[in-house]
């Protein structure tokens, strides 16, 4: 729920907003990350982007230090944004 102090959601062209439950974490690297990753070591994304699955579009990004540590091992829940 959402308070009067809460701007509103962003919303892609086919409707949906970033609490949709089809809205999917997509972690971005950098280069070095993502030669960190081929070497086998699991590098920091440089952020998260949570997309729309049906048209593509990017509804939200977390770029927080403490949140992108968070979700190095795992997959980024909601309540991490």
Do not use: F, Q
């Amino acid at each position: 729920m959402r308070t009067t102090n809460t701007p509103p959601a962003a919303r892609c062209p086919c409707g949906n907003d970033d609490t949709h439950p089809a809205a999917l974490p997509v972690k971005r690297r950098s280069v070095l990350g993502a030669m960190a990753l081929l070497m086998g070591y699991t590098a920091r994304p440089a952020r998260i982007d949570w997309v729309c699955p049906t048209c593509g579009a990017v509804l939200d990004s977390v770029t927080d230090p403490a949140a992108l540590e968070r979700a190095r091992y795992d997959e980024p829940r909601r309540a991490a944004r």
